[in-house]
């Protein structure tokens, strides 16, 4: 029997009765009812708030899911059907995109808020009954925002697998987390974790780096399978390229030729990761970067045009460094063609001064732009406040085989459709950001609607 669930932070989650996971999410109690009640009718229990009406939708949705499986059987019977099509690992196949307010349980990606004002990443994905976490930045205080969303949904206090993509600060610091009396709040100390996949090469030797290593041994001693991106994209010392995650799900370690040598970019030496769910041959794969830039992209992108099959159009596609102006060039987006891009920053000037250069910038809209309208980002800088805002707020991507949803905790707001985006500004000769006031200012708008949305 599926029951709804206040999980206290205005969001109702319906849950079936021995399951751990949460079949769909819910901003409003009533939309959680009725969700509810229909999942109950399908299992045949009758419950109390459910009208008519909502009982005929769920008739009429089994009548034409069975219609639908009639007529595949007899196509595929008497020849109508090719069922070599229809295990086609081709990503042509793809999924229906519904952006809406509900959140399917099989197969979700969860670009979360840090709670700061600061750009990093970190993923969460829940695939099946495996939870996964990618990155864990922007700052160490990230650590208590990231546990407080993952514990809604990895209630077995274990992580299955975490990659850590590179060693930026604002992917790493929240792993290890702050220190009071000798006690760690780091993702990597609050979690068991089954397998951690990390960048294979670095420069850096910064404070948070160390204590980073600190922590992957830490790992190592308490049984947690502990790789490289290259050992994994070898295949070496136990480690995997591909791992299974069940249900027609899997994850990939993809080609990086920075995971072999030294790039002056720290970037580059993100690890590359490709999510794929495939249901009645029908498979949608979802690719995420890292801060991977445009050195890194061309390099990948001519191992696997001489390594075909393997990566090509993408549903989802997670914006290389924050949607930065030296990531997602169109070297790449030529061949992966993305039906959603996820931008994972903080829209403001946090790096640089001028306003070209501000997150997300103009070259990633316009190169974008050429493929797909539907761009989401996570927050915006709260200028009046100094602080964190949200844009689209924690984004979810999510997928029950036949239809992909976008959710966004605050709204489902393209970016192009923003006030952030066409916003005036002012700007002096050179480009920086200045106030109305200052003398020779020149109003702008923040960014310009690229053709290929007008």
């Not at 009758?46 to 059987?73: M, Q, T």
């Not at 390229?241 to 072999?260: A, D, H, S």
């Not at 949608?284 to 390594?307: F, I, P, Q, R, S």
Request: charged share 25%.
């Amino acid at each position: 029997m599926y029951k709804v669930y206040d999980n206290g932070n205005g969001k109702y989650s319906v849950k079936k009765d021995g399951s751990k996971r949460a079949s769909k999410i819910f901003d409003n109690k009533n939309d959680a009812y009725d969700y509810c009640d229909k999942k109950n009718k399908e299992l045949g229990i009758e419950s109390s708030a459910k009208n008519n009406f909502i009982f005929r939708k769920i008739i009429i949705g089994v009548l034409s899911a069975f219609i639908v499986v009639i007529v595949a059987i007899l196509g595929l019977k008497f020849g109508i059907f090719d069922a070599s099509n229809l295990s086609s690992s081709s990503s042509n196949n793809t999924s229906s995109i519904v952006v809406n307010e509900g959140v399917h349980n099989e197969f979700q990606i969860h670009f979360l808020e840090l709670g700061n004002k600061y750009s990093g990443d970190s993923i969460y994905i829940k695939a099946g009954e495996n939870d996964i976490l990618i990155d864990a930045g922007s700052l160490k205080g990230s650590a208590k925002y990231i546990k407080e969303y993952v514990d809604q949904y990895c209630i077995d206090g274990k992580l299955e697998y975490v990659i850590a993509t590179h060693a930026d600060i604002d992917h790493i610091s929240g792993f290890v987390g702050n220190s009071s009396n000798g006690i760690r709040d780091g993702i990597l100390y609050q979690y068991e974790v089954g397998t951690l996949i990390d960048f294979a090469l670095t420069e850096k030797t910064h404070e948070i780096y160390k204590e980073y290593l600190e922590a992957r041994e830490m790992l190592k001693a308490n049984g947690t399978n502990v790789y490289t991106a290259a050992q994994a994209f070898n295949e070496t010392d136990g480690a995997k390229r591909i791992y299974e995650l069940g249900e027609g799900m899997q994850f990939q370690i993809l080609y990086n030729k920075y995971y072999f040598e030294l790039s002056k970019v720290e970037n580059n030496h993100s690890v590359v990761t490709l999510f794929s769910y495939t249901k009645n041959g029908v498979k949608n794969d979802y690719l995420l970067t890292g801060d991977l830039e445009v050195e890194g992209e061309e390099a990948m992108v001519e191992y696997y045009k001489e390594n075909p099959g393997i990566l090509g159009h993408v549903v989802l596609f997670k914006a290389g460094h924050h949607g930065s102006k030296t990531s997602s060039n169109d070297v790449l987006l030529e061949l992966i063609t993305p039906e959603i891009s996820v931008v994972t920053c903080c829209a403001w000037a946090q790096y640089t001064e001028k306003n070209a250069n501000t997150f997300p910038t103009q070259q990633y809209i316009d190169r974008i732009s050429k493929y797909t309208d539907q761009v989401y980002v996570t927050s915006v800088y709260d200028e009046e406040n100094d602080d964190l805002g949200s844009l689209n707020g924690t984004v979810i991507i999510s997928s029950n085989g036949e239809e992909v949803s976008m959710y966004g905790s605050n709204n489902t707001t393209k970016l192009k459709d923003t006030e952030w985006f066409s916003e005036t500004v002012y700007v002096d000769s050179t480009g920086k950001l200045v106030t109305k006031d200052t003398a020779g200012a020149i109003a702008i708008p923040r960014r310009t609607m690229p053709a290929a949305w007008k």
